[in-house]
């Protein structure tokens, strides 16, 4: 989980091109709404670290219809700024900022098109994350209640605190669960957080990806613990690579969380890693 820079479209100037690239009915439907959307854009930049409290769309029927095409039509404007988003000028960016387990391949609309018809294609309300946290989770909810239930990554400043942490329970099995750790200087940002890790089931994925990421890990482990049968080996070694991850990454990525989980587990360095991990 990350944020990502404010795409630097020039959004107006897009949104012209967009409406002059269309032809007739759609092209006189949006002309007429022109104006009213460019002032939502400016609304949009006035509540961006408040989405919640933006007044809601008064755009409906064949103008609605006509703005929600302007993104799924197959047109050349709408191809290049998909692209500029999906594949921004970034050194790292190849993990969902939602999720950091999937590959961003779709756009999300943050606000969502079918409630928000204006900012179909605001950039600013595009954010590129994974096929499985647009479609099969987020699709479009945003608000519960008057909270918002996902962090928009290009707004939501995530803070250099540790935002959630991993149990590790060795019996005859190892179970690793992950959960919210609430920071009580940054309540506004950890109430979404909690939704947001709720919302993309983040404990039931991260789960699976932890048991898969135990298992590749297991022959190296097994290779220091047997030089000195030092559990202490064992976890100075992964705390190593947390410490690493973190710098890497970030504290909040799910392996960081991970590493530095069973570095702290006794018993799952003493020879626990043999143990099967449920997913
Ligand atoms: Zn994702």
């Given at each position: 989980m990350r944020n990502l820079p404010i795409p630097e479209t020039k959004n107006k100037q897009k949104l012209a091109k967009i409406i002059r690239s269309k032809n007739r009915p759609y092209k006189e439907r949006l002309a007429r709404i022109h104006s009213r959307v460019k002032s939502r854009y400016d609304d949009y930049d006035h509540h961006a670290?408040?989405?919640?409290?933006i007044s809601t769309s008064v755009i409906t029927g064949v103008c609605s219809d006509a703005l929600i095409k302007c993104y799924t039509s197959k047109t050349e404007e709408m191809s290049a700024l998909r692209d500029e988003l999906l594949y921004p000028e970034l050194e790292d960016f190849d993990e969902c900022p939602f999720c950091g387990i999937g590959e961003p391949t779709t756009l999300d609309h943050y606000l969502p098109k079918e409630e928000?018809?204006?900012?179909?294609?605001?950039s600013k309300n595009l954010i590129p994350v994974c096929g499985v946290c647009n479609s099969?989770?987020?699709?479009?909810n945003w608000i519960e209640n008057g909270n918002r239930l996902f962090l928009h990554t290009y707004y939501d400043q995530f803070p250099d605190e540790y935002l959630f942490e991993a149990s590790v329970i060795v019996t005859n099995k190892v179970t690793i669960d992950f959960s919210t750790i609430f920071v009580v200087a940054e309540p506004y940002f950890c109430n979404i957080f909690q939704h947001h890790f709720d919302k993309l089931h983040l404990n039931k994925r991260f789960k699976r990806k932890a048991s898969t990421e135990i298992k590749r890990k297991r022959r190296s482990l097994e290779l220091i613990y047997s030089r000195n049968y030092s559990a202490n080996d064992v976890s100075n070694s992964l705390r190593e690579e947390a410490n690493g991850l973190e710098i890497d990454y970030s504290k909040n990525h799910w392996k960081t969380v991970l590493y530095r989980a069973l570095s702290n587990s006794v018993i799952f360095c003493d020879?626990?890693?043999?143990k099967q991990v449920i997913a």
């Open positions: 670290n408040v989405l919640e409290n928000f018809p204006e900012f179909s294609v605001l099969n989770y987020k699709g479009s020879a626990g890693f043999r």
